[in-house]
């Protein structure tokens, strides 16, 4: 959506419960530029600015809104050409209302002596959108938040925040006390939960309660990581009700002959709570049974109704800690295709052997119909030339990309095999099209440079990080992956925008050894909301990436430290117009950046 004056263009673009606007201004109306204040008004809410962590270092002179905060955008104009709104961060807090919202973004100005100017009302753009979590025809997305390295994290929570009691008990309470925030306030594990789940958890629950609530429901389930409590209860009492059937891995990670590790006491649990021993089977392919599956079907003849999938194991790491993605597909046809693939690997125990000789591993399964774009899934474990003809079509789209890649990816150093590794750390060398992307790896990082227009590709691990004021200390992942992300997103604003994603790793060993599903979508809308997540994870991390401390030992690809900020360890707005020099000048990625967002749809 767009909305423009004589000399400001403003775009939205939506994504899952947030909403990206990006702002373009003439060369020539850059003059003293200061910056862009936002006001937004919510329906049925008072209107208010969204806020800056940044703020003048010096406001004597500036015209300051005395009512508002420091921080606020009307004092602290937003030195970017673009800026993702979260509601809820701030404003709204817990009770985040979704639907209409309207924004007036308003360039602001230096005077002769360099202060701000008073806000011209006359200079703004209003634009209508609408903020919710994504849903399209028959198609719903959901993240994880997978920012627990954050200021908002820790400013809810604490930097030392833990996400299960010390005690390793499987079902434990998740309403009990998990600590005491900055303010004095006791937050519960299920207080994090709700709040770093976001999306993809409320997604998740809402199908498991859904099964739950209908007694002629009935749910299959592929899992790989298996421990988050609440998750458990519900498989437990449909176990009991003869309900659920699940195939859980049985790698040396989610199984022991003391039978101590988590999916272990779960599987005892579940034959005791069913009766049954049949309801439940271990496996794991090759190497891994790496889906993350739940499948909803009804009535005796369990006919399919909908599908979720996607990157999020069940876990307490995979939805709490890790950025992840899932996608539900409330379609009888595709749902149909996912209880076959279940129905598959059910009678032949897991095999390897016999999958990669069925019909679900040697071809791709295509739709296309109403409610449901240009799809194409595939499952693992395939052949070698099966799964190198599915990795090279991902790689044979991004070599002749010529608009934007955007991804996240697990991971993505030369030890992953396959080629989509290496075409994702050759794609940053190119000045020909916008790229960034973000992994868990910590080989071959690229930051931005001024004057240049190679690409960003950042790591979701940079360990102990030493943030300059006003920031403060965050929380460091100490268990699991902070990216578990496993998407590519190609010309997300083109007609021929494509999204790969799901719990394929996009990588030759897990393709042809792991049980899993690799869904690729031609749909510019969805294509745009997976562009967002991916630009979100980077902006936040390329910061900490270029703060992390190195410690002795680590290797070459490691991140280097940055000398402490200027001005007592502190970081400021900018007070003249020189911030935005960079995204006027050609062959500079901040210039690709403005154009390649404020591009009206």
Request: aromatic share 10%; glycine share 6%; hydrophobic share 40%.
């Amino acid at each position: 959506m767009s909305s423009s004056s004589q000399s400001l263009t403003v775009i939205t673009l939506q994504g899952d419960a947030k909403v990206l606007l990006a702002f373009n201004l003439p060369e020539n109306k850059t003059s003293n530029l200061a910056g862009f204040t936002i006001l937004c008004t919510p329906k049925g809410i008072q209107p208010y600015y969204l806020f800056n962590k940044l703020q003048f270092e010096e406001i004597t002179g500036d015209a300051q809104v005395a009512t508002e905060p420091a921080y606020s955008s009307i004092n602290a104009p937003i030195q970017k050409f673009r800026w993702l709104h979260v509601p809820g961060n701030y404003h709204q807090k817990d009770k985040v209302v979704y639907g209409d919202y309207t924004y007036c973004v308003t360039p602001r100005y230096f005077n002769a002596d360099g202060n701000l100017e008073p806000i011209d009302k006359a200079l703004g753009v209003i634009i209508k959108t609408k903020v919710a979590p994504f849903t399209k025809a028959t198609i719903e997305l959901g993240f994880t938040r997978g920012f627990v390295q954050s200021q908002a994290f820790a400013s809810h929570f604490s930097p030392k925040a833990i996400f299960k009691p010390k005690k390793k008990e499987l079902l434990f309470d998740t309403s009990a006390q998990s600590g005491v925030n900055s303010k004095g306030e006791a937050y519960t594990f299920l207080d994090e939960y709700i709040w770093s789940g976001f999306t993809a958890r409320e997604k998740i629950f809402g199908i498991l309660e859904e099964v739950l609530n209908d007694d002629t429901l009935f749910l299959d389930v592929f899992a790989y990581d298996l421990n988050e409590p609440d998750i458990l209860k519900i498989f437990l009492t449909l176990a009991k009700q003869h309900r659920i059937r699940i195939i859980l891995d049985n790698a040396t990670l989610h199984h022991s002959s003391t039978g101590t590790i988590p999916e272990d006491e779960f599987e005892k649990a579940f034959i005791e709570a069913s009766k049954d021993s049949k309801s439940i089977i271990r496996g794991k392919f090759g190497r891994f049974q790496h889906n993350k599956i739940l499948i909803v079907t009804k009535g005796k003849k369990r006919v399919p109704i909908k599908v979720l999938t996607g990157s999020t194991n069940l876990s307490v790491t995979g939805m709490y800690v890790n950025s992840n993605h899932i996608i539900v597909f409330n379609n009888q046809k595709l749902a149909s295709t996912y209880a076959g693939l279940f129905t598959q690997v059910w009678e032949d125990r897991v095999n390897a052997k016999s999958f990669i000789a069925s019909n679900f591993s040697d071809h791709a399964f295509s739709f296309k119909e109403s409610g449901v774009p240009e799809t194409h899934i595939t499952f693992a474990p395939h052949k070698e030339e099966d799964a190198l003809s599915n990795l090279n079509k991902i790689c044979d789209r991004i070599k002749v990309e010529k608009s934007s890649v955007l991804f996240a990816v697990m991971g993505s150093d030369p030890k992953v095999t396959g080629p989509v590794a290496p075409a994702l750390i050759e794609l940053h060398k190119r000045t020909d099209l916008f790229s960034c992307g973000i992994t868990d790896s910590t080989n071959d990082i690229t930051y931005y440079k001024p004057s240049s227009a190679t690409g960003i590709r950042v790591t979701g691990k940079p360990g102990q990080t030493l943030l300059p004021e006003p920031f403060t200390k965050e929380a460091t992942v100490g268990i699991g992956h902070q990216i578990h992300h496993k998407f590519i997103v190609c010309g997300f604003n083109t007609a021929d925008a494509v999204v790969w994603l799901g719990s394929s790793n996009l990588a030759l060993g897990g393709e042809e050894s792991n049980g899993d599903n690799l869904i690729e979508i031609h749909d510019k809308d969805i294509a745009t909301v997976f562009a967002i997540e991916a630009l979100a994870l980077v902006d936040h991390f390329q910061f900490r990436d270029a703060h992390a401390v190195t410690k002795p030992g680590e290797n070459a690809g490691t991140p280097k430290i940055v000398a402490p900020a200027t001005n007592k360890n502190k970081l400021f707005l900018q007070p003249t117009d020189k911030w935005s020099a960079s995204y006027y000048a050609k062959g500079d990625l901040h210039y690709n950046d403005r154009i390649l967002f404020s591009q009206k749809k």
